[in-house]
């Protein structure tokens, strides 16, 4: 499991903060929330409240094969909208009180049905976020990690914060502990 060091999350934050975009705001909102691919792709402004400065996690998006098509062998696919696998997914994320402003900011200028990465009533679906990660990664010259590693990088800075394992694993959607026990002796290995 990689996670990319403190150095390298202030260069891509400092990145993403300059050079203000929906997409942008949507891999900030991944570095402070650990959320999911799927999850941040599907996330509507009316699941982001300011008010109670939580995030909603209600739902995930995915590229699937229509069954029919699998039987002609067309292969075509189709984007779908649903609720997260596990109950433990179904979940409210704090939101970081260092982007808190800039979320605010950009939900002004959206509607509630409005996808967040997007900045429209259009979600990015998850192999075009992919590429547009890897562009900023680019220019930035950072090494490459999957988008899960800011998953992964996010886990490992709430522990280096000395955040609660029990916490963290509800945040991040874990259905079991283990899976949030990893992050913890991954994090000792690197440190």
């Not at 995915?62 to 779908?80: F, Q």
């Not at 939101?95 to 939900?107: G, H, M, N, Q, V």
């Not at 280096?160 to 000792?188: E, F, Q, R, Y």
Request: with cysteine; glycine share 6%.
């Amino acid at each position: 499991i990689e996670a990319y060091n403190r150095g390298h999350v202030g260069k891509l934050v400092n990145y993403l903060i300059s050079n203000p975009s929906f997409a942008n705001l949507g891999l900030l909102l991944t570095i402070y929330s650990g959320m999911r691919i799927g999850e941040i792709c599907a996330l509507q402004w009316k699941n982001v409240n300011l008010n109670e400065r939580v995030i909603y996690v209600q739902q995930t998006i995915s590229r699937a094969y229509e069954l029919s098509d699998v039987i002609e062998k067309g292969g075509h696919t189709e984007l779908l909208i649903t609720t997260p696998k596990t109950s433990a997914s179904n979940r409210e994320i704090p939101i970081s009180p260092k982007i808190y402003k800039i979320l605010k900011d950009f939900s002004r200028i959206c509607k509630p049905e409005y996808f967040v990465c997007s900045g429209n009533s259009k979600p990015i679906e998850p192999r075009t976020y992919r590429n547009h990660y890897k562009r900023v990664l680019g220019e930035l010259g950072l090494p490459y990690l999957k988008f899960h590693g800011l998953r992964h990088t996010f886990a490992t800075q709430m522990l280096a914060s000395k955040a609660d394992v029990k916490t963290l694993s509800t945040i991040l959607g874990h259905s079991d502990i283990s899976i949030t026990l990893t992050h913890m002796c991954i994090h000792h290995w690197m440190t």
